[in-house]
C-alpha cells in the first residue's frame, strides 16, 4: 500500500499571510488613534490654560470679591493687577486650593508664576498654587500685565 504524503504548505501560507496582515492593520490603527488622543489631550490642555490666563486677568465676578462671596476669581482693576486682588487670591489658594480650581472653572492642576515677586506681610511671593513635580503633560501659557505701574510677566501652567 502506498500513500501519497504531502504537504498543504499553501494552506498555511496562506492563513499567516492573512494573521500577518490583520496584525499590521490593527497597529496602524493603534498607532493614528494613539496620536488623535495625545492631540486632543494637548487641545485640553491648552484650553484650560487659555481660560484660566483670561480668567486671572480679569476682574473677577463680583467686581471688589472676596473669600466668601467670589464667584470667579480675577486679579485685574482697571487693566492692572490689584493688590488686595492679588493677596486674596494668594491667601485663598494656601486655604483652600480645590476651591480657587472651581473658582477658575477648571478641572485640571495650575501654577502661576509670576516673572517680578509681590510682596504680602513682606514676604516676597513668586508663585500661586500647585508646584508642578515631573510632569509629563504640561501647557505654557504666557500674559503680560501692569503691577505697580511697571509691566510684568505672567506664567500659568496647567497639567494632568
Same mark, same amino acid.
Given at each position: 500500500m502506498n500513500k501519497k504524503r504531502g504537504q498543504a504548505w499553501g494552506f498555511d501560507l496562506i492563513i499567516g499571510s492573512i494573521l500577518f496582515a490583520i496584525g499590521v492593520i490593527g497597529f496602524y490603527f493603534f498607532a493614528i488613534n494613539s =496620536? =488623535? /488622543? =495625545?492631540?486632543?489631550?494637548? /487641545? /485640553?490642555?491648552n484650553y484650560a490654560a487659555t481660560s484660566l490666563a483670561d480668567t486671572l486677568l480679569s476682574e473677577g465676578l463680583p467686581n471688589e470679591w472676596d473669600s466668601d462671596n467670589v464667584v470667579r476669581i480675577g486679579i485685574t482693576s482697571n487693566s492692572k493687577i490689584n493688590q488686595t486682588k492679588l493677596e486674596r487670591l494668594y491667601n485663598l489658594s494656601l486655604q483652600n486650593y480645590e476651591i480657587t480650581k472651581n473658582k477658575f472653572n477648571i478641572i485640571k492642576e495650575y501654577y502661576i508664576i509670576f516673572k517680578d515677586p509681590f510682596k504680602i506681610n513682606d514676604i516676597d511671593i513668586s508663585s500661586i498654587g500647585k508646584n508642578p513635580q515631573n510632569q509629563n503633560n504640561m501647557i505654557k501659557q504666557t500674559r503680560l500685565s501692569v503691577y505697580k505701574d511697571r509691566p510684568i510677566t505672567i506664567e500659568v501652567y496647567i497639567w494632568d
Amino acid at each position: 500500500m502506498n500513500k501519497k504524503r504531502g504537504q498543504a504548505w499553501g494552506f498555511d501560507l496562506i492563513i499567516g499571510s492573512i494573521l500577518f496582515a490583520i496584525g499590521v492593520i490593527g497597529f496602524y490603527f493603534f498607532a493614528i488613534n494613539s =496620536q =488623535q /488622543e =495625545q492631540y486632543d489631550k494637548l /487641545e /485640553e490642555l491648552n484650553y484650560a490654560a487659555t481660560s484660566l490666563a483670561d480668567t486671572l486677568l480679569s476682574e473677577g465676578l463680583p467686581n471688589e470679591w472676596d473669600s466668601d462671596n467670589v464667584v470667579r476669581i480675577g486679579i485685574t482693576s482697571n487693566s492692572k493687577i490689584n493688590q488686595t486682588k492679588l493677596e486674596r487670591l494668594y491667601n485663598l489658594s494656601l486655604q483652600n486650593y480645590e476651591i480657587t480650581k472651581n473658582k477658575f472653572n477648571i478641572i485640571k492642576e495650575y501654577y502661576i508664576i509670576f516673572k517680578d515677586p509681590f510682596k504680602i506681610n513682606d514676604i516676597d511671593i513668586s508663585s500661586i498654587g500647585k508646584n508642578p513635580q515631573n510632569q509629563n503633560n504640561m501647557i505654557k501659557q504666557t500674559r503680560l500685565s501692569v503691577y505697580k505701574d511697571r509691566p510684568i510677566t505672567i506664567e500659568v501652567y496647567i497639567w494632568d
